[in-house]
């Protein structure tokens, strides 16, 4: 089947990033949709600027329209940004029979009511998974995954421009602007901060998210917003004494009075999941009366996350494209006739970090012949826990951490050691990993 | 249109969360899916049982068959777990063109490659997001979501018995076995336990998150299986003092090797997120080369969460039966004719904690004056915070923390205290919230 074919409007830093990814990840997308994603145009500013990504085999222009007006083009995705002329561009690709897949969440925030009609209208999908929360696929989980729910409120942590700024306050003791400046060099903040530091940005997400819990128009007006800017050192620093971390936060709650639409700096249990959500990440928290409470975490932002979820748009236009309606996304992801039968790994070849609990004689040279057998099986050690004796014991726990090594290597080692005449007991084993 | 109508096999405490939802959130189902989606049979081993949901207007019968065979039923929903008679039924559903919804992890990891293959063969759909940590869309957010990633690995906590009892473990210092007994006593284990305990439920799990993940056949045979039985009190004590917290994991890894599949107890660092999921809730880790780590937290089991599952995927199917292929999903989740205007609530009625700080003058009768204020606005105070003068100072910090209470009883309230002679500077005001 001929591939389809995507066009983009704007190839800055997420544009580049879908570009990458769709190229990287070709075959991956092919096993998935049944069929190839191939950008074939962009339209730029200005075509001799330096790009991150390979340009070859895509025609650039400086002219939108074109773009949108190439019958070779079956999906235009809009990643300029901002309300014109964006809304123009999307309303004429609509107009025009494209699917369009956008991250402009301004747009989705100020004009989405309208962008939604005119696609009903012509027949044609508008997916806009980028505009909140980056590549947290959260606009699919309220949309389809927890549609059988009366939901009570989603609360998310959706600027990661002032969760950078509030964790650094945190563990740096630093006040804002100190915390801002350091933001701006390390391009986690803008030039002009405003829009993401006085809660537009994140006002503009839950507009969306919003409307997608309970089923009510866009109104991008009616959202209560406060930015960061007022909170202190002191403010953080008291809130951790009390028990409490400040995060900016996005909440849409269904109460007996109506719909609370609020972006503000709130104060959370520091032992609540959403409080440990640190740096530029972001999470969002959604409530409902069968689920309970669950929680999608991720980066929100970022060329590659954000391509992640403009990829993932494309791949769900292209599936609907393609497939019967009862077939459209694969039972195991993949197609049926493209699942790999990879290898899986046996278990002494798997690769891991090894916690070993002993229990031995409490004599010098014990540690010595452990040491030397975890040595000799090419084990190195990266931490030893030995505690004292208890009152009138011969022996004493012995804990070490291994570096990353083969379970065959443990293995090995831990027959050899259950031999030595020290050990008092079996040796427990319990492997250990790091996710981040 | 005509409701979609629905028959169960099994009518235990998924049937009946399932029943449950299906009524109480009829309408908002309608909103969403476009039409109604409606119980009319249901399979139970004694009809005489009493049940924890209404049965009225639900053909019962002792003989799952019919329902299978009911002219009336268009998605079948299997819910009486394990492999036999599941699979037949399953299978002899398929066979007579109904779709299928199944929460029935062992069946999928099982045969679910000869129930795909029927159902690709007759043309119906199968769905199956409750078999996979309960109510966490992570099905649809690994196989739809994270569509554009090469995926690296999925490791998720997909066991809520195991993460119950490991937990329990570490905040009250006790053994397993006494941890186990209690589990059994509130309901979290079953009598017999080994199906969760020693990780088979988990393995199960894994091996369905590891075929979407990598688009590789179901191959439970190959997981490497492990239990918690092995883990002791002293273990979970030493891995706390070391950093780390032990989380029984399913892990699906891709290397250059082959793919990982293995459960089994982890120690993994107490700093990162999903050492921190607690209790008897699930999470799953999805990491993919573009949007990085993603984290996907949630109920894993319970009546209600896994019925939040059910029914996503009941709205799924309806979704696809009855829109075309472009439109399945609204746009904003609801259908556009179903939007509600519900009214948005002005922010002097939002209910709210509040946080309040304030520089005061140092002497007696300070705190009087402005406890005396909040109590005639209605504002009770659950937390002072009152810290000494700075060296040379006469003033000092003085924090507050309210009871819920409407904001504009708060605005008031600040007014009249920014009036006072005591106050040296503005009132920082931040709002409060908790989300568990």
Redesign the interface.
């Known amino acids: 089947m001929r591939p389809v074919r995507v066009g983009l409007l704007g190839l800055g830093t997420v544009g580049c ?1 879908t570009v990458d ?2 190229r ?2 070709r075959e ?2 092919i ?3 049944g069929r190839a994603i191939e950008p074939v145009a962009a339209a730029v500013r200005d075509p001799a600027r330096p790009r991150s990504c390979p340009v070859d085999g895509l025609r650039l222009t400086t002219r939108p329209e074109e773009v949108v007006a190439d019958p070779a083009v079956d999906i235009v995705v809009e990643l300029i940004g901002g309300l014109e002329p964006a809304r123009s561009l999307v309303l004429a690709a609509i107009e025009r029979g494209r ?1 369009v897949v956008t991250a402009n969440k301004a747009l989705i925030a100020h004009h ?1 009511n309208e962008i ?2 005119a ?2 209208e012509r ?4 997916a806009f ?1 980028a505009a909140v929360a980056g ?3 959260v606009i ?11 939901l009570r409120q989603v ?1 998310g942590i959706i600027n990661g421009t002032c969760n950078y700024i509030l964790t650094a306050m945190r563990e740096e003791g630093a006040e804002f602007e100190a915390v801002l400046a350091e933001a701006q060099r390390l391009g986690y903040a803008e030039a002009d901060p405003s829009f993401d530091i006085d809660g537009i940005d994140a006002a503009h997400k839950l507009t969306i998210l919003g ?9 991008y007006e ?1 959202v ?1 917003v406060e930015g960061i800017r ?3 050192r ?2 953080v620093a ?2 951790a ?2 028990g ?1 971390r ?1 995060k900016h ?1 996005g ?1 849409a709650r ?2 007996g ?6 972006v ?6 520091a032992r ?3 409080a ?2 640190d740096g530029v990440m972001n999470a969002v ?1 959604v ?13 929100g932002a970022g060329a ?2 954000t ?6 748009d ?3 236009v292209t599936r ?2 393609t ?12 197609q ?1 006739d ?8 046996p ?1 002494a ?3 891991s ?1 090894y ?1 070993l ?1 002993m229990q031995v004689e409490d004599r010098p040279g014990v540690l010595a012949e452990i040491a030397r057998i975890l040595g000799e099986e090419g084990i190195s050690i990266e ?1 030893v ?1 030995q505690k004292e004796p208890a009152a009138g014991a011969a022996d004493v ?1 012995l ?1 070490m ?1 291994t570096h990353r090594v083969r379970e065959g290597q443990v293995e090995r080692a831990l027959t050899r050691m259950r031999g030595l005449a020290c050990m008092r007991a079996g040796i ?1 084993r ?7």
């Open positions: 990033g990814v769709l990287r990840n991956e997308i096993r998935r949709a699917h989405g939604f009609a696609a009903h027949g044609v999908m508008v998974e590549g947290i696929p699919k989980a309220v949309r389809e995954g927890l549609a059988g729910n009366c609360a409307s997608l819990a309970f089923g009510i128009p866009l109104q009616r209560h007022g909170v202190s002191a403010d008291f809130a004494e009390l409490y400040i936060l909440i269904r109460t009075r109506g719909v609370e639409l609020r503000h700096p709130t104060l959370v249990p609540e999941l959403i440990s959500v928290l409530e409902g009366d069968a689920v309970g409470t669950t929680l999608f975490y991720g980066a590659d996350p391509a992640s979820a403009v990829v993932a494309l791949v769900d609907a494209l497939a019967d309606p009862g077939n459209r996304v694969p039972h195991l992801a993949f049926p493209a699942l790999a039968d990879l290898a899986v790994v278990m070849e798997v690769e970090r916690y609990r931490a826990l726990p804990i951490l427990c319990i492997r250990l990993e790091s996710f981040e």
